[in-house]
């Protein structure tokens, strides 16, 4: 059973501004582009109904629109909620999605209601077997899911930089690939059909030490260590500079789990 600060999503984002910068600057420097890459994955039709649960601001809701006008995010965050309905209306305007603060443990859908349904970056905030459950209830007989998390070597480069000047890695610190393929899988094949896991690999090439400082803050190795850490920051930057000054650029490897699979049909 994960802690439950862990489970939380909005008590480990109590800033939501953390969440937001970090999900911009891995959309401006990245090299590759997650929501483009989910698509493919998903071989969304236009028409179809799409629930995503944990939206966020909004990031794949964004994406999906591009192919259907049917969709539906869940998060428990207000304020993320918020802030989605912004983005939506100012880059996919016009269009009208149901934004719900619901919790993705307890989807409030009838049986049988989504063509597809997604969690991206949210299931470890979750109880996995009941994320599991719900998604099979609200999913169409031979509809479909994808789970995606980060496995645990991601960003590699920055966890090394971290403990090079910390020599300390929060226990909370965990990317996430544990909980996609020791807890999400197993419970997945009781349920589901036609299971794969695919890897999307993004490396975040950040042009100077102030852009990769704010990422670095924002992501939770910083939150969950800075009371324990003496003057982190400032060792950090140290570092970030000693990187910036040997490579020209600091560059952090994001690599994105996905895990797909199909409801069973009416058998
Ligand atoms: C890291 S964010 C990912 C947001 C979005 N999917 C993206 O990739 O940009 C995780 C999201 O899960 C939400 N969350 C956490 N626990 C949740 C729950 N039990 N039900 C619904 N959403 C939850 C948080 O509020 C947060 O918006």
């Known amino acids: 059973m994960l802690d439950k600060k862990r489970r939380d999503g909005s008590e480990l984002y109590k800033d939501k501004k953390d969440l937001v910068s970090r999900i911009n600057l891995i959309e401006k420097y990245g090299t590759n582009d997650f929501n483009q890459w989910l698509l493919k994955k998903l071989k969304l039709q236009q028409g179809e109904k799409v629930l995503d649960i944990g939206c966020g601001n909004g990031s794949q809701i964004l994406a999906y629109s591009q192919v259907t006008n049917n969709i539906v995010g869940i998060d428990l965050s207000e304020s993320l909620l918020r802030e989605a309905k912004k983005r939506i209306k100012e880059f996919a305007p016009g269009k009208d999605f149901v934004l719900i603060r619901e919790n993705g443990e307890n989807i409030p859908f009838k049986e049988n209601t989504f063509d597809v349904v997604t969690c991206n970056f949210a299931i470890y905030y979750m109880n996995e077997k009941e994320v599991m459950t719900e998604i099979k209830q609200v999913l169409k007989p031979y509809g479909r899911f994808l789970i995606a998390s980060p496995p645990d070597d991601t960003s590699r480069e920055m966890v090394e930089m971290h403990y090079r000047v910390a020599k300390y890695i929060p226990p909370q610190y ?63 930057k140290k570092e970030a500079q000693r990187v910036f000054a040997e490579r020209g650029n600091i560059t952090v490897t994001k690599k994105v789990e996905a895990l797909k699979g199909y409801k069973r049909g009416l058998v």
Not at 178 to 202: G, M, Q, T, W, Y
Not at 206 to 233: A, G, I, R
Request: aromatic share 12%.
């Open 174 to 236: 965990q990317p996430g690939s544990s909980d996609l393929r020791k807890e999400v899988l197993p419970v997945a094949k009781k349920i589901f059909c036609n299971l794969s896991l695919e890897l999307f690999v993004n490396p975040i090439v950040f042009p100077d030490v102030e852009t990769f400082m704010e990422h670095y803050m924002s992501s939770t190795l910083y939150v969950q260590s800075k009371e324990w850490c003496e003057n982190l920051l400032f060792r950090m």
